[in-house]
């Protein structure tokens, strides 16, 4: 056993999601496993040794530093599942179109949207592109978040969406948090490829053909995805490009059912993929699919919040059903530039309807599964990384409570000190 590093004592709650080391689903989905007057030791190895009083953990450790947690509440680190964290400018424009009547879809008709996004991105440098990202991430990281997924997907072409990769692998390198790359080269079919023979037969072939294998041969993802709705590509397209990236070795995640059903939901089952994404439009086909594949559900309330759509995902149908739930933050410059998970954790109690113990293993153990990662991060308990957050609160239900405000003090990650130091 490794010898202890640092104590974290003095605080009033820990959040431990305590449990299996996978998907939480069902009952287990409402049990965080809070406990009281508890406090951590972490190893000098980076993970957690022991969740127990402070005076046994003073007795097991004498002398070891300590830190005072000022009767706050301890949680794990967020896991936020499923970000577009790498981008250029700001699309602030498009908020005042939707709040006039332009949807979405209809702004991306018009050359806006992902495209607008992609067509700044391939202009930047990648020095330029690591330096907006940098201080993006760092304000996620000071809201609570440990761990984030980023996919690439404002590239859109094979140089430019391996160029993305890079970008995020040399993120991932500078940076404490730890990052996660998914593989989007399939997020639009790029204004460049709408024409016959460069039509979006091409481009599928490109992404398939081409930049699949490259990305896998250089190691640079470790998921791949697919923009599947009505308008952007079809489940049937969406099928050949994620059986192409799963012979490739990648794990697969699909955004499903955002804005209207395509039975999207039902084909990430099929295919068994690591997890379905957005679903404010699933069927109850697409639930019961879901279901039977153990494919978690990765909910992201903020984005239909900030579309002003008045529909969100059915969580509590898919609890009942028995799928596990991730709640992410979908952070993007166009339909989520969130930074804040805890605003996500309000979203998914105040309109999702999820307990708040639901809603904390859904950014925790649940986003850790849906990245793969369910054995390693998402919970304090022995064995598992030290990755936590600090709140300048002394209930975990004041965290989605004090919406829009920022309770986070502090984390931690592999025992490091990573935000607020
Ligand atoms: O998850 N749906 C596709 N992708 C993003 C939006 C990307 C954008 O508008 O830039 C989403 O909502
Ligand atoms: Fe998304």
Redesign the pocket.
């Known amino acids: 056993m490794s010898r202890a590093a640092l104590l974290l004592l003095n605080a009033a709650q820990v959040v431990t999601c305590a449990g299996p080391a996978r998907a939480r689903r069902g009952a287990e989905q409402g049990d965080a496993a809070v406990r009281d007057r508890v406090g951590v030791a972490v190893g000098a190895d980076g993970r957690i040794l022991a969740v127990d009083s402070d005076a046994a953990l003073r007795a097991a450790h004498p002398g070891v530093p300590e830190h005072d947690c000022v009767q706050g509440v301890l949680t794990p680190g967020f896991v936020d599942s499923h970000t577009?964290a790498l981008f250029g400018r700001a699309r602030y424009e498009e908020q005042e179109l939707r709040a006039a009547g332009v949807g979405y879809m209809e702004i991306a008709r018009r050359g806006g949207?992902?495209h607008a996004?992609v067509r700044d991105l391939r202009e930047r440098s990648a020095d330029d592109l690591v330096a907006l990202a940098t201080a993006r991430l760092r304000r996620i990281a000071a809201h609570g978040t440990t761990t984030l997924e980023v996919k690439s997907g404002y590239g859109l072409s094979l140089e430019s969406e391996l160029r993305s990769l890079r970008v995020i692998r040399r993120l991932a390198g500078e940076l404490p948090l730890r990052l996660v790359p998914t593989f989007l080269g399939a997020?639009e079919v790029p204004l460049d490829y709408r024409e016959a023979p460069r039509d979006r037969e091409a481009y599928i072939a490109l992404v398939t053909g081409e930049m699949i294998p490259a990305v896998a041969a250089e190691g640079l993802a470790r998921f791949a995805d697919v923009?599947c709705?009505p308008g952007v590509y079809s489940a049937d397209e969406s099928r050949r490009i994620l059986t192409a990236a799963r012979a490739a070795g990648l794990g697969l995640k699909l955004?499903a059912d955002?804005l209207e059903n395509g039975a999207a939901a039902e084909l990430a089952a099929e295919l068994r993929a690591t997890s379905a994404d957005?679903l404010a439009a699933i069927s109850e086909a697409g639930i019961q699919a879901l279901a039977a594949a153990g494919t978690v559900a990765t909910l992201?309330p903020g984005?239909m919040l900030f579309l002003g759509r008045p529909k969100q995902a059915p969580a509590r149908a898919l609890v009942q059903a028995g799928v596990p739930v991730a709640l992410a933050s979908?952070f993007?410059?166009?339909?989520?530039p969130t930074v804040s998970l805890p605003l996500v954790l309000t979203l998914g109690v105040s309109q999702l309807r999820l307990s708040v113990a639901e809603a904390f293993v859904a950014a925790t153990v649940n986003g850790a599964a849906a990245l793969g990662l369910a054995d390693e991060i998402g919970q304090l308990a022995a064995g598992f990384q030290a990755d936590l957050a600090l709140f300048d609160v002394r209930d975990h239900r004041e965290i989605p409570y004090w919406y829009g405000d920022n309770r986070c003090l502090r984390t931690w990650v592999g025992g490091r000190p990573c935000a607020g130091a």
């Open positions: 577009h949207g992902i996004s997020h923009f709705e955004h955002e957005h992201l984005t979908d993007n410059p166009g339909t989520s």
